[in-house]
């Protein structure tokens, strides 16, 4: 199995990072999950886009193009056979001596990327999940997809602590988004979502939804929604590159509607495997 550093094609076991790589000591980089069906990216654009965004938010100028990183992913897939599964890539703002400010710009960054084969989440999507709510303690700059997860990956261990398979987080009475998802509710036939401000990350996956939502007469509100419409919802779903649109049968031992997946989840579902075939 091989993977990406710096350009450089390499055996899994052979990868080594430095120890003062400033994403292992701070954090400090950005992050992309890419889906690959039959061998493909998908939305491969809008995920390499989101990173040279989430760079220039942190003040770091991704060094490669979208295409070159593009043509280096490809080129991954073909050299690990993929077929089905994810890529991972995150670009630090390398090594230097620990220090909280940032080294010279002339400190070359560090990129790396590999792959995971996994299916699709037929089951999940087929009979829908469990979920928690938590509060939202992440700080204010949620719509950069940053190296660093804690609040995220704590909200995510609550969750599976309690058996669940999610964790729903809010601030306040306000839903944000999951763990490592975005989080839609369905009330009258509309589907309601968080506005794409600096309190999530604006998912590809969620953007996709919208988008065949909308070329499909099914109507979408971006705006905020409280807990209460939360739990009076008539559908759930979270959707994300590795969740895709996931239906949400239970919050905290309460039921979603009748407590399986519904109806307008189902198109959805139906309207995005179109999109990615
Ligand atoms: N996470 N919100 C958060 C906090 C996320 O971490 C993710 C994705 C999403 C959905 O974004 P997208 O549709 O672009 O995948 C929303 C990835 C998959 C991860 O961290 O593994």
Redesign the pocket.
């Known amino acids: 199995e091989y993977v990406i550093i710096n350009g450089d094609f390499i055996n899994r076991s052979d990868a080594k990072i430095d120890m003062e790589d400033r994403g292992y000591q701070f954090g400090d980089g950005v ?1 992309e ?1 890419i889906r690959v069906y039959n061998g493909k990216m998908f939305t491969a654009k809008e ?1 390499l886009e ?1 990173l040279m965004v989430s760079g220039k938010k942190i003040g770091m100028e991704i060094s490669y193009s979208v295409q070159e990183i593009k043509d280096m992913l490809t080129e991954l897939i073909s050299k690990n056979q993929l077929t089905h599964g994810t890529i ?1 890539m995150q670009v630090s703002r390398g090594i230097a001596p620990r220090n909280h400010a940032y080294p010279a710009t002339d400190v070359a960054q560090t990129f790396v990327a590999n792959t995971k084969s996994v299916d699709r989440p037929a089951r999940n999507m087929e009979k829908g999940v469990n979920t928690i709510l938590v509060e939202d303690i992440r700080w204010l700059l ?1 719509d950069i ?1 940053s190296l660093n ?1 804690l609040g ?1 990956i704590m909200a995510k261990q609550k969750a599976v602590d309690a058996g669940c398979f999610e964790a729903i987080q809010h601030r306040g009475d306000i839903v944000t ?6 989080v839609s509710i369905i009330k009258d036939g509309k589907v309601i979502t968080h506005p794409a401000d600096n309190l ?2 604006n ?4 953007q996709k939804v919208l988008e065949v939502c909308r070329n499909n007469n099914i109507p979408v509100e971006e705006r905020e929604f409280s807990l209460e419409e939360l739990k009076s919802a008539d559908e759930i779903f979270i ?4 969740v895709e649109v996931t239906p949400i049968i239970e919050i905290a031992g309460e039921k979603v509607g009748d407590g399986t997946p519904g109806a307008v989840s189902r198109q959805i579902q139906e309207l995005f495997k179109k999109a990615i075939e």
């Open positions: 992050y999950v995920h989101r991972y949620c997809k997860l995220n988004e999951g763990s490592s998802s975005n999530i990350l998912g590809i996956t969620r959707s994300g590159t590795t």
